[in-house]
């Protein structure tokens, strides 16, 4: 059996470990924006919920909408 140089054994080890340590550094990136997904879906989901939520309302208050601008609060009021 052949004897296996320190040299070559330290420099496997150290091959072995930026190797272990990259693909560490890579799974924590991807870990970090499946998280930040799952969050940003989660708001989105709320906020689609508030919405619903407060057409509901307004439903129930009598309102049909909401105007979105000026000129057609003039226009309903020159009439």
């Known amino acids: ?7 070559s054994v330290q420099d496997l080890t150290n091959v072995v470990q930026t190797l272990l340590q990259q693909m560490q550094d890579k799974f ?9 997904r799952n969050i940003l879906s ?3 989901t709320r906020i689609d919920d508030l919405e619903k ?3 509901d ?7 049909e909408e909401i105007e979105a601008t000026p000129e057609k609060a003039k226009e309903g009021q020159g009439s």
């Open 1 to 7: 059996m052949a004897e296996t140089d320190p040299k």
């Open 28 to 36: 924590q990136t991807m870990s970090d924006q499946i998280i930040g």
């Open 42 to 44: 989660y708001e989105i």
């Open 53 to 55: 939520n407060i057409a």
């Open 57 to 63: 309302l307004m439903t129930q208050a009598g309102v």
